[in-house]
């Protein structure tokens, strides 16, 4: 089946720090990619997703690129503030239906 | 004007005992969801419906009886309450099962089983 592999965490960094969440997948054919995030005490939101190779999905200042060839969805920010302080999850979506999820990143943000 | 609603939020309950979980989504998506957060914040599906049909039945113990009595909503039954139960349980819809449609996720419900 599907499965999809994340950084460990607890990423810590400083605020105006640059970040990467590496993600890989395995999927049959070509699946669709998300990050959601989860703050405290709350349930996941979408973040950003791309649904084919070479697709860049965005929003908030995070992006992550479809990379077919090295079947990665790594997640980048080019400066964190104290507030994106939260858990990250990658996910795929494939023929299945299934959402799988990676087992999430913390990342803390301090002053 | 909430898109997936659960309730109750927080359920502290016995071993032993029977309970459930009610979601709603108001935005008229045909595609509901139950997934379980452990505590290692893991997620995993456990159901999946489409227009009041299972589509997605993981390997769930039985004790956990799914029930769609409408589009908007999928309710969660649990039997026989055990420890390992404890967790946080979240609703989610998508407008349809394909695999670029963004899923939508409640609040959460977090039940602990003493």
């Known amino acids: 089946g599907d499965s999809v592999t994340q950084m460990e965490g607890p990423v810590t960094l400083s605020e105006e720090a640059f970040l990467t969440i590496n993600c890989t997948y395995t999927?049959?054919?070509?699946?669709?990619l998300f990050w959601y995030v989860q703050y405290p005490g709350e349930g996941l939101q979408l973040l950003l997703k791309?649904?084919?190779?070479?697709d860049k999905g965005s929003n908030k200042g995070f992006e992550a690129t479809y990379r077919k060839e090295t079947t990665s969805f790594h997640l980048e920010k080019g400066s964190v503030q104290v507030s994106d302080s939260a858990v990250y999850f990658c996910?795929?979506?494939?023929?299945?239906?299934?959402?799988?999820f990676g087992t999430g990143t913390q990342l803390k943000v301090e002053l | 004007d909430t898109a997936v609603s659960q309730t109750p939020k927080y359920l502290v309950t016995q071993m032993g005992n029977d309970k459930s979980i009610k979601c709603e989504q108001n935005?008229?998506?045909?595609?509901m969801y139950w997934y379980k957060q452990d505590s290692k914040k893991f997620l995993k599906i456990m159901f999946s419906y489409n227009n009041k049909e299972l589509i997605i039945n993981e390997t769930v113990p039985n004790r956990f009886s799914p029930k769609s009595p409408d589009k908007a909503h999928l309710n969660l039954h649990i039997n026989s309450l055990e420890l390992g139960d404890s967790a946080v349980y979240f609703c989610a819809s998508s407008q349809s099962e394909t695999r670029g449609e963004t899923q939508y996720f409640g609040p959460g419900t977090r039940l602990l089983v003493l």
């Open positions: 999927a049959t054919g070509y699946p669709s």
């Open positions: 935005l008229g998506h045909d595609t």
């Open positions: 996910a795929a979506k494939g023929p299945g239906n299934k959402l799988t």
């Open positions: 791309a649904t084919k190779a070479d």
